[in-house]
């Protein structure tokens, strides 16, 4: 039986940090080359510190390998419609010198070099000891949690995508990702979060999905997005548009749409990453956004000017659900959905 924690608040909160997409390829690959494994997170080792566990999405194989999917066609990657994207396995290093405790893998490149660059993937994140979820040898790994343990709080992560580019899925005899949609979909992932939230003392689920470089959430991921709170999920959090997205809150739960980029070498230097406090089971004390900018592919905390434009940004984009942020980034948890 689950051991509980105290229901009053403990002595010292659960902190978690969420960021949004870790991406170790295209433009990094001659930084990363030049400056070595650590260079993107130098800035934001500091901050990444001071947490209990830090999450991240991960969107790119680590392999070597040269043996693609093929069912991206050579056609729509030159016209740059689709990417085939894999990261150096050294790269990985950085991931632990960032303090990275876990990756979402349930997203639309873990397969870009099939079941060899997954097993691979999954074999320099356990050599490395960093957690991760959404993707295994087959569709009962893919869909099982990683589970953190943090000062006597059991903290469990699920991950799920809705970018399902073909042969991506796992299946129960083949490697890939875990899917949020398709047949049973649905009901597997609320099978999934039930036990979650019966085994663990908080549940997060990270999940690839929406429009690359949309502002605003689709019906999809509003509909989705409030599913998996319902089932049982304390925090869900999105990724795949590049750009950041609202923050929704239900009953002291939430749903930050899209948290953009973490890693990458991009035109768009305005990201952000958010902070969760968890002071008992199923419960926020406390939730901010951490405004940054990416410079060089670099995060770092954001200064003056730019903290106050992501923090007025933010607030445009959760105004529809009647989300209160101060200008601090702290996000009022008494906020009530607005629809």
Request: aromatic residues 6%; proline residues 5%; contains cysteine.
């Amino acid at each position: 039986m689950l051991q509980q924690p105290p229901t009053k608040s403990l002595a010292q909160p659960v902190t978690v940090l969420a960021a949004g997409d870790v991406m170790l390829v295209l433009g990094m690959v001659p930084l990363l080359r030049r400056h070595g494994a650590e260079y993107p997170f130098r800035e934001v080792r500091p901050l990444l510190s001071r947490a209990d566990v830090v999450i991240a999405n991960l969107e790119a194989p680590f392999t070597t390998r040269n043996t693609p999917t093929p069912h991206k066609s050579a056609k729509s990657v030159k016209a740059r419609r689709d990417y085939i994207l894999r990261a150096h396995p050294d790269t990985a290093k950085g991931l632990t010198f960032a303090g990275i405790t876990a990756v979402s893998l349930a997203n639309n490149h873990t397969m870009d070099y099939q079941r060899g660059g997954l097993e691979d993937t999954l074999a320099v994140l356990d050599r490395l000891g960093i957690a991760c979820a959404g993707a295994g040898r087959n569709i009962v790994e893919a869909r099982r949690p990683a589970v953190l343990e943090r000062k006597g709080l059991r903290l469990a992560l699920l991950s799920y995508s809705c970018i399902l580019p073909l042969g991506s899925v796992a299946t129960r005899t083949r490697g890939g990702i875990a899917p949020a949609r398709g047949f049973d979909a649905e009901k597997a992932m609320q099978a999934d979060i039930a036990r979650a939230r019966r085994e663990s003392h908080f549940v997060i689920v990270s999940v690839h999905w929406g429009d690359q470089l949309a502002r605003y959430p689709n019906q999809m991921q509003k509909r989705l997005g409030r599913l998996f709170l319902e089932w049982g999920a304390d925090a869900v959090i999105g990724h795949h548009p590049h750009v950041l997205q609202g923050v929704e809150l239900h009953n002291g739960r939430l749903i930050a749409y899209s948290l953009g980029d973490f890693v990458n070498l991009s035109s768009r230097h305005e990201t952000a990453i958010l902070q969760i406090a968890i002071d008992r089971p199923h419960h926020i004390d406390s939730a901010n956004l951490i405004p940054l900018e990416l410079r060089l592919g670099q995060p770092r905390q954001a200064d003056g000017k730019t903290w106050r434009q992501i923090v007025r940004q933010m607030r445009v984009l959760s105004s529809a659900w009647g989300t209160r942020i101060d200008e601090f980034g702290g996000i009022w948890l008494t906020s009530t959905s607005a629809g």
